[in-house]
């Protein structure tokens, strides 16, 4: 086995791993939304119960994404750093923004989720769930466009 071949199994598994809880992630984040908003409109305490329950798996499905994602970046420059120098430019700033703009929206708006369940109002905290939503889908909009990219390489001139 030479340092490619590992290279790519590594980030292989690495992606698996991550790939397996992303989209579970996507789609809590709107469950909950949505079973909070019909515990504000109809005040069943079933969909309180509902709320926190799937709530508490989101939360940790999120912190597994969180750890599988992270590496996941730092192969880019680990394991492809000559792909990264020459990419850098186009697929740094993609990356930056969904850090900066998407992922820190999204976990700030997650531990004002976690920590106001007593200190919200219904209407508040389920308005907090929807702003994760959002958040978690525009995270993976622009993880999706630099997956789009790396894919197909238009719209950039190297000199």
Not at 26 to 50: H, N, P
Not at 126 to 140: E, G, H, K
Request: glycine share 6%; aromatic share 18%.
């Amino acid at each position: 086995m030479d340092v490619l071949l590992l290279s790519r199994l590594q980030f292989a598994v690495t992606t698996y791993f991550h790939f397996l809880f992303v989209p579970l992630t996507l789609g809590l984040s709107f469950l909950i939304a949505i079973i909070e908003t019909l515990y504000v409109k109809t005040g069943d305490e079933d969909y309180l119960a509902m709320a926190r329950f799937w709530g508490r798996l989101f939360v940790i499905n999120f912190i597994i994404g969180v750890v599988t994602g992270l590496p996941l970046e730092f192969q880019f420059g680990t394991n492809w750093s000559r792909y990264s120098a020459y990419v850098g430019d186009i697929f740094g700033p993609l990356l930056a923004i969904e850090a900066t703009a998407a992922f820190f929206l999204e976990s700030t708006f997650l531990a004002v989720w976690v920590f106001g369940w007593k200190k919200l109002s219904a209407k508040m905290h389920a308005a907090v769930m929807w702003m994760i939503a959002c958040a978690s889908t525009l995270s993976a909009l622009w993880i999706l466009i630099a997956n789009s990219w790396m894919q197909h390489p238009v719209g950039y001139v190297i000199r």
